[in-house]
């Protein structure tokens, strides 16, 4: 079965004709901004190629964390726990949130101290997070077979389910008047004297003021389209899920050798604590300048491969007239295949660190490409050329609990009010002003 079971969205019959605002892209950070918008009282239209949340919003690990985040988004990570926590009662909807905690272990004294400065920048947050020694780690889990010298426990994070988010918030969005189209892809936006004045779609033309570019991984190919240089690339994840298991940890677990968490139906997730894999492609070429300082901290985690893929992403046209098809509507959704080696491999390590699950059931196996940006960090952020253009993406696998946050922050910055939290480390001048482009390893 390719990719996870995603809750059904039925998208719109009907194409607005005008809008103020189209959002692109129906994942969590596209549908977090368009509810956004639409209860401030904006007529929305989110646009999806595909389905809602078909992509990488579907297929991650299900993690709502602040713990090991990069301290550029803690802020914004903070506001997104206090919206998770009521997310389900704003959507009437159940998006399986819950508050269990996660786990980032330490095997030796460099580790734990290395977590410990990091918990630092939770200070003045009033968040429960805190180091927990090796024999509090013991009796926390007492069937585990772990030697370890401690681990962060940051109990304010939590978990929800992929599978059920985006669509739970775009329905509410629908619910407060947004217009909600699948299959529907943007081929291009229309401007007129330099600025938006609308966007062209495959079921026809929608008149807008703004657009918010929220396309995960397709979202550098769109804004080259436009003259628009967005660094980005793709790593794919490969994620199992087990079939439900007694006496299981609560908690998310974070090791070496695995990554975990409880679903909602009484498996786990699974997958590679840091493995992950990389297809050599045309845009490894076009942006090895600006993402060399990343490979060379994090090499060790990356699978290079180079294969079919190089070809197929080759064959995708980077330009097109409006009146015809573009590359979104010839593949709908991204279904890499995934990796049986580093799921395997990772399901053993977590089966030798938790004997419960030596009998664990594999259910499913899926694979998913990650959005990265050349500092891990994402880009929310309007874009100084192209007045009435946003950007929200390159959320580099961490798009999923910081997303009502960021489609928060993304509404402040379309309808000009008073932002979340402070934009500046995710504008999109910054990979073209001269700043330091800083990859913080380990995040």
């Known amino acids: ?32 901004t368009t509810l956004e918008l639409a209860e401030r009282g904006l007529r929305v239209a989110l646009c999806e190629k595909g389905g809602i949340g078909q992509e990488q919003s579907s297929r991650n690990w299900g993690w709502v964390r602040i713990s090991r985040r990069d301290p550029r988004e803690v802020p914004l990570m903070a506001e997104a ?55 509090e780690f013991d009796t926390m889990f007492a069937g585990a077979n772990m030697r370890l010298k401690g681990a962060l426990y940051t109990a304010a994070d939590g978990r929800a389910e992929p599978q059920k988010a985006a669509p739970a918030v ?3 969005a629908r619910e407060k008047g947004a217009a909600i189209l699948t299959e529907c892809a943007v081929r291009g936006v229309e401007t007129a004297g330099g600025a938006i004045t609308g966007v062209v779609t495959e079921r026809g033309a929608i008149a807008c003021k703004a657009v918010v570019l929220a396309g995960g991984a397709w979202s550098s190919l769109f804004a080259g389209f436009h003259g628009v240089r967005l660094p980005q690339l793709k790593v794919m994840n490969t994620v199992l899920r087990t079939k439900p298991i007694e006496g299981g940890p609560e908690q998310a677990i974070w090791a070496n050798g695995f990554a975990m968490r409880k679903r909602q139906d009484g498996g786990y997730t699974v997958a590679s604590g840091h493995e992950n894999m990389v297809d050599i492609v045309p845009d490894s070429f076009r942006f090895a300048a600006a993402f060399l300082p990343a490979l060379a901290k994090e090499w060790r985690s990356l699978n290079l491969r180079i294969g079919s893929r190089f070809f197929d992403e080759a064959r995708i046209a980077r330009r097109w007239a409006l009146d015809e098809a573009s590359p979104f509507e010839y ?25 419960v699950f030596e009998k664990a059931e594999i259910a499913q196996r899926w694979g998913g490409y990650i959005d990265v940006s050349p500092d891990a960090v994402p880009v929310i952020s309007g874009v100084d050329s192209l007045p009435g253009f946003f950007i929200a993406t390159g959320f580099s696998g961490h798009g ?44």
């Open 1 to 32: 079965m390719p990719g996870p079971y995603v809750v059904p969205v039925h998208g719109d019959e009907t194409l607005p004709q005008t809008v103020d605002v189209v959002v692109i892209g129906g994942g969590i950070i596209g549908a977090s």
């Open 170 to 172: 775009a329905e509410a």
């Open 331 to 355: 593949c709908r959704v991204l279904d890499p295949k995934p990796s049986a080696k580093l799921s395997n491999q990772a399901l053993a390590n977590l089966k030798t660190a938790f004997p």
């Open 81 to 135: 726990l206090r919206i998770w926590a009521d997310l389900d009662r704003r959507t009437g909807r159940d998006t399986g949130y819950k508050r269990a905690g996660i786990v980032f272990t330490c095997a030796d004294d460099k580790e734990y101290d290395e977590h410990d400065r990091w918990n630092r920048n939770l200070d003045g947050y009033q968040l429960d997070s805190r180091m927990l020694s090796a024999a």
């Open 400 to 443: 999923f609990g910081i997303g009502p946050a960021a489609g928060r922050l993304m509404a402040d910055l379309v309808t000009g009010g008073t932002p979340l939290v402070d934009p500046k480390n995710f504008r999109f001048s910054r990979f073209s002003d001269g700043s330091k482009i800083e990859l913080i390893s380990g995040f």
